[in-house]
């Protein structure tokens, strides 16, 4: 079964950085493009930065030049550091696939950027 485990939330100041990592069991992760997502409240989840299998990285504009996805497959997690927090990302950050049949979705972690 597999099981999605996100950690490394948080409360920072704007301008802060977080790391979060994607932990995953019952799969091995540099086999399927992930991707981190975010969530709002009252909102849908949205796609925010992915990774496909043999390296290409993609960003939504709102994120790009700031968070950088990555994959430790020793550790078999996908991280995506955030740097240059502005209150606008506070979020619940989720992964999964990219695209298809999602896996089941982890609880997430929450980030929250304020002063």
């Known amino acids: 079964q597999v099981q999605l485990v996100e950690s490394g939330g948080g409360l920072v100041q704007p301008g802060g950085s977080l790391r979060l990592s994607c932990k995953a069991s019952?799969?091995?992760?540099?086999?399927?493009?992930m991707g981190w997502y975010r969530q709002f409240p009252g909102k849908q989840r949205e796609l925010v930065a992915h990774?496909?299998?043999?390296?290409?990285?993609y960003y939504v504009d709102s994120v790009k030049g700031r968070f950088t996805i990555s994959r430790d497959n020793a550790k078999n997690t996908v991280d995506l550091q955030m740097n240059s927090l502005k209150s606008e990302d506070t979020a619940v950050y989720y992964c999964?696939?990219?695209?298809?049949?999602?896996?089941?979705w982890g609880q997430g972690t929450h980030v929250t950027v304020s002063s």
């Open positions: 019952g799969i091995e992760l540099n086999l399927y493009e």
């Open positions: 999964n696939k990219r695209s298809g049949a999602l896996f089941s």
């Open positions: 990774m496909v299998r043999f390296g290409g990285k």
